[in-house]
């Protein structure tokens, strides 16, 4: 973790513990600086970040303040950390169904932007959040990237794998949403009925160096679809 | 518009306009300083806003690259500039059902931190693109901010009168999605059918001094509902 990082995530755990509300101002820049006995283009680089999270606003020559999310048990659709940190005073619990090294589909090669003779690693997971089902979950790993897979990793977090087994920095993501009505297979997988409501969401994951290594479909169980996103206005 | 916001502007027409794709890599830092003859910190502000905006991404020690969404006619969820950007090649419209000054109920007053005795504009409409309908749209905005509206205004877009009419400054916004089934009446205002797919979509809109100006909700046509964001990773 970096510098500036690592005093931005101090910074959120003081908005945090204080428990301050939207509108709350933080301490000047000079202050932090002190405060945090570094530069201020640290400073200023760990304020972006925070404001890049939607966990603070900046207004020009009047301070820096607090934002906070006002409902509980929303998803952040924008976090690459999975749900454990949204939702986690809940219990969540992965069903893994299948797991096998296959070659892609023109569309899966497409969207990892890869050859159709490469391999992936193709993983069906239902997930579940206490007793109910969450979402049905079919991604593709690029194995040139993800070498390696085993039902154990696949049922705790691949991310977290990732980042901390294999090393790699997960960098951004292309997310496409669309609304529709589960077909018989999905509904029985998530416990439903045919034709009722389904969001269905698609993923491109990249590490920093912008090498795609996750295209990933989520099924929602539209009972527990409720996504929060704290937009920074572009 | 600010310098770094210009130069934002231009290199991002340059992508459009050369059909640069994904990965394709920008002129080095030097080269933009020296192109748009402007300080460093201005390049890199211009880059960071660009990156925020999905458009490139930045490999330290290797270069700076393009971003390419790469599906047509889905729609920005994270952008506050409307529908028509993204569906610009389609015809919208707006149909208006309401237009009034009221007192808020409490959860109105929430959502726009004020009193239940303070004025809102009500707005009620029905957006279409082609024939088709887009959403139905319950807007409350907070009278001390937006003191007048007009038919006129809200059949056109509210924002660009927000910002150019007003002079305000839109910053940032909290959105809440829900995935449900349709009421009688929305789905008579849609033209669907009660208990079909809907995509509910809550927001609330800050200027940037961090004022909640307008509360609204977008009750969406689920043949219409595509959705993409330009994720940065956090």
Same mark, same amino acid.
């Given at each position: 973790?970096? +510098?500036?990082?690592?005093?931005?995530?101090?910074?959120?755990?003081?908005?945090?513990?204080?428990?301050?509300? !939207?509108?709350?101002? %933080?301490?000047?820049? /000079?202050?932090?600086?002190?405060?945090?006995?570094?530069? +201020?283009?640290?400073?200023?680089?760990?304020? #972006?970040?925070?404001?890049?999270?939607?966990?603070?606003? !900046?207004?020009?020559?009047?301070?820096?303040?607090?934002?906070?999310?006002?409902?509980?048990?929303?998803?952040?659709?924008?976090?690459?950390?999975?749900? !454990?940190?949204?939702?986690?005073?809940?219990?969540?619990?992965?069903?893994?169904?299948?797991?096998?090294?296959?070659?892609?589909?023109?569309?899966?090669?497409?969207?990892?932007?890869?050859?159709? $003779?490469?391999?992936?690693?193709?993983?069906?997971?239902?997930?579940?959040?206490?007793?109910?089902?969450?979402?049905?979950?079919? &991604?593709?790993?690029?194995?040139?990237?993800?070498? =390696?897979?085993?039902?154990?990793?696949?049922? #705790?977090?691949?991310?977290?794998?990732?980042?901390?087994?294999?090393?790699?920095?997960?960098?951004? &993501?292309?997310?496409?949403?669309?609304?529709?009505?589960?077909? $018989?297979? /999905?509904?029985?997988?998530? +416990? %439903? +009925?045919?034709?009722?409501?389904?969001?269905?969401?698609?993923?491109?994951?990249?590490?920093?160096?912008?090498?795609?290594? $996750? =295209?990933?479909?989520?099924?929602?169980? =539209?009972?527990?679809?409720?996504?929060?996103?704290?937009?920074?206005?572009?």
């Amino acid at each position: 973790m970096l +510098k500036y990082q690592q005093i931005a995530s101090e910074i959120e755990l003081y908005i945090e513990k204080h428990q301050m509300q !939207q509108g709350e101002k %933080l301490p000047v820049l /000079e202050t932090l600086i002190k405060e945090f006995n570094t530069s +201020k283009s640290t400073i200023i680089k760990a304020l #972006d970040l925070l404001e890049k999270k939607g966990l603070i606003f !900046q207004v020009r020559g009047s301070g820096i303040f607090v934002r906070r999310k006002k409902r509980k048990n929303y998803i952040n659709l924008l976090s690459n950390q999975g749900f !454990q940190k949204d939702l986690e005073k809940f219990h969540l619990s992965s069903e893994v169904l299948e797991l096998e090294i296959r070659k892609p589909t023109e569309a899966v090669a497409q969207n990892l932007h890869i050859d159709m $003779d490469q391999d992936v690693y193709y993983v069906k997971r239902v997930r579940y959040i206490e007793e109910e089902t969450l979402c049905l979950e079919e &991604s593709y790993y690029n194995k040139a990237v993800v070498p =390696y897979l085993n039902k154990e990793i696949v049922t #705790d977090s691949i991310f977290k794998y990732i980042e901390d087994g294999l090393g790699l920095k997960v960098g951004f &993501s292309d997310m496409y949403m669309q609304i529709g009505k589960l077909t $018989d297979q /999905e509904a029985s997988y998530l +416990k %439903l +009925k045919n034709g009722e409501p389904k969001l269905t969401m698609e993923s491109i994951f990249y590490l920093t160096n912008g090498t795609a290594f $996750d =295209y990933s479909k989520l099924t929602y169980n =539209y009972n527990q679809s409720q996504f929060y996103i704290l937009g920074t206005g572009i």
